[in-house]
C-alpha cells in the first residue's frame, strides 16, 4: 500500500491552470480491496451508475470514451469526422447545478478536432482542464457561448483526458489514507457502505485519554474537488509529525470520512448520491444511508461518554467562503470560530477570509446538524473552484495549525 500511495503522491504545483493527482480507472469491488479490517458488505450488488457513463463516440480513427469512474458524458454525437457535440445532463432533478464531464480522447493518428459540449437546461460552471497522464492538468483552450462550451485540440495515439477538474475517484482515497497507516492512534477502517454497496471509509486518531471530537466530513457533492483538496492538506497538517500535532492529538479525538458520497463519485453525479438525493440536506431526515451511518456512529460515541466538539464540512463553490453558525445561536464558546477565523485573517495577508454566519433549521445541512444536535459550532468550509491550488494547501495548513492552537488555548470563548 505504501509503495502504491507514493506512486500517486500529490504534488501542489504554483500555478491555477497546472496540478498534479492521480486517476484510477476501476471502482469494481477488486479495485477496492484494502488491509483494513471491514464489516461484510450488504448483499446489494452494485448498480450501473446514474450518469450511464459508459456513453461514448467509439467509432471511426478518433474516439471519445467516458468508460472510466467518474467519466461522464450523458449523449455524444460525432457530427464529422473531427467534430462532436457532448451534452450534459443531471442525474436527475431538481438539482443545483455542478454540471460535471471528465472523457478520453485518442485518435489512430494526429488529428485536429473540435468539441462543443452544452448542458441541459444550465450553465457551465468548470472550465475544462486537460492531462497526458491523469496527474498533471493544464486548462484548455476554450470559447463559451451561452450554454455551449466549444474547445479545439489535437487528438493523438496518446490518450488525453478532459474533466471538468482534477479526477480524485474512490481509490484515490484508500492510498491517500495509507500515509497515516504507522502513526500511533490512527486507523483507518471502514464506518459502513453506501447505497450501492460501496464502503464509506473512516480516519480516526483515538486517544484512550481523550473524549473530545473534532469531526471532518468531505465530499458529499462529487464535483466539489477544491473542497477535497483542502482536506487533504488540513487533515496531514492535523496528523503531523511535529509538537504541536501531538499535543492537540493527545487532548482531542479526530474522526475524519473524507469521501461520504462514493457511488456519486464513481458515477461522476453533479451533486446527488445513488438515490438522486443531496446528502447535505438529509441531516435531519437521515433517509439515506450515508447519511444515517454518520449520524449513528456519533451517536454511538457520546452514548460511550464522549463529546462532539466541533466539525468541520469541506466543500467548493464559485469563491472561498466559511459558512459558519451564528454567535448567538446557543452553541458552546460561541466566539470559537470568529477568534480562529479572525487569527487566520491575520495570519494570511493577501487572502481575504470571508465569513458568512447562518442558521436554516430543518434546512438538513451538516453545520446546522451539528449546532442543534450537539450544541457545537460547525462550519462549512467553501474553496473556490478555480483558486489556485497551492493557496489552497496554504490555506488548510495555516487554518488547522490555528485551529489546534486555538483549540488547545486556555481563553475565555463566551466574550467577544
Known amino acids: 500500500m505504501n ?11 504554483c500555478s491555477v491552470c497546472s496540478y498534479q493527482f492521480a486517476v484510477y480507472a476501476a471502482d469494481t469491488p477488486a479495485a477496492l480491496a484494502t488491509s483494513v479490517a471491514a464489516p461484510a458488505p450488504p448483499s446489494t450488488k452494485l448498480q450501473p451508475s446514474i450518469s450511464g457513463n459508459s456513453q461514448s463516440c467509439a467509432m471511426g480513427q478518433v474516439t471519445l470514451t467516458a468508460n472510466f469512474e467518474a467519466g461522464r458524458m450523458d449523449q455524444c454525437q460525432r ?34 478536432i473540435t468539441i462543443s459540449m452544452t448542458v441541459q437546461n444550465n450553465d457551465h460552471r468548470y472550465p475544462p482542464k486537460v492531462s497526458l497522464d491523469g496527474k498533471t492538468w493544464q486548462a484548455q483552450a476554450h470559447t463559451i457561448q451561452g450554454r455551449r462550451l466549444t474547445m479545439q485540440l489535437t487528438a493523438s495515439t496518446e490518450p488525453k483526458l478532459i474533466a471538468a477538474q482534477e479526477i480524485i475517484n474512490n481509490q484515490y482515497y484508500i492510498d491517500w489514507a ?17 447505497t450501492q454497496g460501496r464502503p464509506i471509509y473512516k480516519i480516526e486518531s483515538r486517544n484512550p485519554q481523550a473524549k473530545a471530537w473534532l469531526v471532518i466530513l468531505g465530499r458529499q457533492h462529487p464535483p466539489e474537488i477544491t473542497g477535497a483538496l483542502g482536506l487533504f492538506s488540513f487533515v ?13 492529538l493527545a487532548q482531542y479525538n479526530v474522526l475524519v470520512i473524507p469521501n461520504l458520497n462514493p457511488d456519486g463519485v464513481y458515477a461522476g453525479n453533479w451533486r446527488h448520491n445513488a438515490h438522486g438525493l443531496d446528502l447535505n440536506r438529509d441531516w435531519g431526515n437521515f433517509s439515506q444511508v450515508e447519511t444515517k451511518q454518520v449520524n449513528d456512529y456519533l451517536q454511538q460515541l457520546v452514548q460511550q461518554g464522549q463529546k462532539i466538539k466541533f466539525a468541520i464540512d469541506f466543500h467548493s463553490t464559485q469563491h472561498d467562503v ?11 464558546n460561541p466566539y470559537f470560530v470568529q477568534r480562529w477565523l479572525t487569527a487566520l485573517d491575520r495570519q494570511m495577508p493577501n487572502f481575504k477570509v470571508v465569513i458568512k454566519p447562518g442558521n436554516k433549521p430543518n434546512n438538513g445541512v451538516s453545520k446546522q446538524y451539528f449546532a442543534d444536535v450537539f450544541g457545537v459550532h460547525a462550519i462549512t468550509y467553501e474553496m473556490g473552484d478555480n483558486t489556485d491550488r497551492t493557496q489552497i494547501k496554504q490555506i488548510a495548513f495555516e487554518s488547522a495549525s490555528l485551529l489546534m492552537r486555538n483549540m488547545l488555548a486556555d481563553v475565555e470563548l463566551d466574550k467577544k
Not at 466559511?322 to 458552546?332: A, I, L, Q, R
Open 322 to 332: 466559511f459558512y459558519t453558525m451564528p454567535t448567538d445561536y446557543g452553541v458552546e
Open 3 to 13: 509503495q502504491l500511495f507514493s506512486r500517486y503522491l500529490m504534488l501542489f504545483l
Open 236 to 248: 496531514e497538517t492535523l496528523f503531523a509529525n511535529n509538537a504541536l500535532s501531538a499535543k492537540y
Open 178 to 194: 495509507a500515509q497515516f497507516s504507522n502513526q500511533p492512534h490512527v486507523s483507518h477502517s471502514v464506518l459502513g457502505y453506501s
Open 79 to 112: 457530427v464529422s469526422a473531427t467534430a462532436f457535440e457532448i451534452i450534459l445532463a443531471p442525474e436527475n432533478t431538481p438539482i443545483n447545478p455542478s454540471p460535471w464531464y471528465a472523457f478520453r480522447v485518442q485518435a489512430s493518428q494526429p488529428t485536429a
